[in-house]
């Protein structure tokens, strides 16, 4: 946890635990929700833009509660929007539309049993663009996820292969914001909810011309979903599951900010296990002992990978800090300066000996910036 163990007091550790039944039962109940939605509603565009919607309007009250600073214009100039920010809202929706895509034509429990490939294709990404390389213990926890989804896929009693294919595109494409989401956090020194919500609004303001043409025409013309008692039924579902997935975006960076990344790796392990279960539960869809062995090969080998990520990070910081220590004045200078203005070696320095936990995340490459479910 965050802090030594004596400071990590009982209240702590009550006001954790609450935090994690709270980010389990919200996580469930909105792809429940979702699932419930896209049957009757199988309109997965109009799903995300009532997200991205809802993000902009719940997020800032609570960021002008938190005090969350303004973004300084003059730090962040608009050509990094036009190479950065821009294609990380495009990529956004892309990425939710088909992960809502992979959730209405499969079911619940697959399509997060192949989102814990995210890892592979992080791996895969940071390889190509950033030029990183990992341990082999990291690369040996890709087999079990690998093993896992293979099982999973061959035992899918509701095997789609529509479902399949949004649904890794939709990893994909969290591997990639997850990368790039990273690189604009340090390369801005914008908050992360700040950024957040500039990501959001971009998104949801650029796809208003593509929803008004495709989804918007359709579902007026949809005969079935224009009934009286299945527009409320619809609305209703659809603010349920806005609200639901604001709440577990704040849940989750609240907790994140109160453990260790990977105390937090494991509260999300557990978190998927949740998932999976209550939807075989409460949607009661068919599936054999091997599928289910899979789902859990899957799970543990994330977990396994988030530990290898976190012991490759702390030994980094390790053989990175005798050197700031050495040199305790090396961004005197230039500590005024937004990241886009610093040396790259003084950026490096600095966040490899950041003491904040969700910088700590960040690096690690395991915050909740996976689809925010």
């Known amino acids: 946890?965050?802090?030594?163990?004596?400071?990590?007091?009982?209240?702590?550790?009550?006001?954790?635990?609450?935090?994690?039944?709270?980010?389990?039962?919200?996580?469930?109940?909105?792809?429940?929700?979702?699932?419930?939605?896209?049957?009757?509603?199988?309109?997965?565009?109009?799903?995300?833009?009532?997200?991205?919607?809802?993000?902009?309007?719940?997020?800032?009250?609570?960021?002008?509660?938190?005090?969350?600073?303004?973004?300084?214009?003059?730090?962040?100039?608009?050509?990094?929007?036009?190479?950065?920010?821009?294609?990380?809202?495009?990529?956004?929706?892309?990425?939710?539309?088909?992960?809502?895509?992979?959730?209405?034509?499969?079911?619940?429990?697959?399509?997060?049993?192949?989102?814990?490939?995210?890892?592979?294709?992080?791996?895969?990404?940071?390889?190509?663009?950033?030029?990183?390389?990992?341990?082999?213990?990291?690369?040996?926890?890709?087999?079990?996820?690998?093993?896992?989804?293979?099982?999973?896929?061959?035992?899918?009693?509701?095997?789609?292969?529509?479902?399949?294919?949004?649904?890794?595109?939709?990893?994909?494409?969290?591997?990639?914001?997850?990368?790039?989401?990273?690189?604009?956090?340090?390369?801005?020194?914008?908050?992360?909810?700040?950024?957040?919500?500039?990501?959001s609004k971009i998104t949801f303001i650029m796809f208003i011309p593509v929803w008004l043409f495709i989804d918007l025409r359709n579902i007026l013309s949809d005969d079935n979903v224009m009934k009286g008692d299945k527009v409320i039924r619809c609305i209703v579902l659809l603010i349920a599951d806005a609200f639901a997935n604001f709440t577990i975006n704040v849940v989750a960076f609240t907790l994140l900010s109160l453990v260790t990344p990977l105390s937090y790796a494991v509260a999300n392990a557990t978190k998927r296990i949740v998932i999976i279960s209550s939807s075989l539960i409460l949607l009661r869809n068919p599936v054999t002992t091997a599928n289910v062995g899979g789902m859990l090969l899957a799970v543990l080998g994330v977990l396994m990978y988030n530990k290898a990520k976190y012991d490759q990070a702390k030994l980094k910081r390790q053989q990175l800090l005798p050197l700031v220590r050495s040199e305790p004045n090396i961004f005197h200078r230039n500590l005024h300066l937004s990241p886009l203005h610093r040396t790259n070696t003084e950026f490096d320095l600095q966040n490899h000996v950041s003491l904040l936990p969700t910088s700590d995340a960040y690096l690690n490459g395991i915050a909740p910036v996976d689809g925010y479910r």
């Open 1 to 199: 946890m965050s802090g030594s163990a004596d400071e990590f007091t009982k209240r702590d550790a009550v006001k954790v635990a609450l935090l994690c039944i709270t980010w389990y039962t919200f996580s469930s109940s909105a792809n429940i929700i979702v699932k419930t939605l896209l049957i009757d509603f199988p309109y997965p565009m109009t799903v995300t833009m009532v997200q991205l919607l809802s993000i902009w309007v719940y997020i800032q009250p609570v960021m002008r509660y938190c005090g969350t600073p303004q973004v300084d214009r003059m730090k962040t100039p608009w050509s990094y929007y036009f190479t950065m920010i821009f294609p990380l809202a495009f990529g956004k929706f892309i990425t939710s539309v088909s992960a809502h895509i992979s959730l209405w034509r499969t079911t619940v429990s697959y399509a997060h049993t192949v989102k814990a490939t995210m890892p592979m294709f992080t791996i895969i990404l940071s390889r190509i663009f950033m030029n990183e390389t990992q341990t082999f213990p990291v690369y040996l926890s890709i087999l079990p996820i690998i093993a896992g989804v293979c099982v999973a896929t061959a035992t899918e009693l509701s095997f789609d292969l529509a479902g399949l294919v949004s649904a890794l595109i939709a990893t994909l494409g969290f591997s990639c914001l997850n990368i790039f989401t990273k690189k604009a956090l340090r390369d801005t020194g914008i908050h992360h909810l700040r950024m957040l919500l500039i990501i």
